[in-house]
């Protein structure tokens, strides 16, 4: 590990670290203390591990995988950000660009991980500690099956003689807002090519 601090121009001070592949970082804030945490990325089990402060329910942590921006979200029951701030979350950064913690308006707080592809995560509660696999979707499920809800947006497909029904809405509803919650197999995944009314091209549905 090499370690090299600048002047930044504005007052401020730039640290760069050299690392090889071996090793991650996550930092740590308390106050006007800022720490970087080198760990060795062959000791993380998991790719995220979040530590669950005492008194949260696993089972009311909830994720979202917004496969198409490149990112998934953990949103874990109230403001536990300032937990984090002692028992900090672990990335392996090989796997983890970046990440940010915020509330929602409910007041819960929600955590943006963002990869550098499409990426599949797999959640596993493991005591205080929530491990999250992250790796191609061929390496964490043995089934994976695209649906394509056709048209949207200025595309309404064949419309009702009354007007008040589109192809378009018929199909998201069946293939996605209604599907979606009858998945129970765990070895399957599912990517849409649309989740809304909007008009993917063919070559971004490809």
């Not at 998945?183 to 090519?193: F, G, M, Q, S």
Request: aromatic share 10%.
């Amino acid at each position: 590990l090499g370690v090299n601090y600048t002047p930044d121009g504005t007052g401020g001070i730039l640290l760069t670290i050299t690392k090889t592949a071996d090793y991650g970082y996550y930092t740590k804030a308390s106050g006007n203390s800022v720490q970087i945490v080198i760990t060795d990325i062959n000791s993380i089990k998991y790719a995220v591990n979040i530590p669950i402060q005492d008194g949260i329910d696993i089972n009311s942590i909830t994720d979202t995988d917004n496969y198409s921006s490149n990112n998934f979200t953990i949103t874990i029951p109230g403001d536990v950000r300032a937990f984090f701030e002692s028992n900090p979350i672990i990335c392996d950064m090989s796997k983890i660009k970046d990440f940010k913690t915020e509330l929602n308006y409910l007041g819960n707080t929600v955590i943006t991980f963002n990869t550098y592809k499409l990426q599949a995560y797999k959640i596993n509660a493991a005591g205080k500690m929530l491990g999250i696999e992250v790796d191609e979707p061929k390496n964490l499920y043995s089934k994976i099956v695209v649906i394509d809800p056709g048209h949207g947006g200025g595309d309404t497909g064949t419309v009702s003689l009354n007007g008040v029904y589109t192809e378009k809405a018929i199909v998201l509803a069946m293939a996605y807002t209604y599907f979606k919650d009858l998945i129970k197999d765990p070895a399957l995944k599912i990517y849409w090519t649309r989740t809304a009314d909007v008009y993917p091209t063919l070559t971004e549905r490809a």
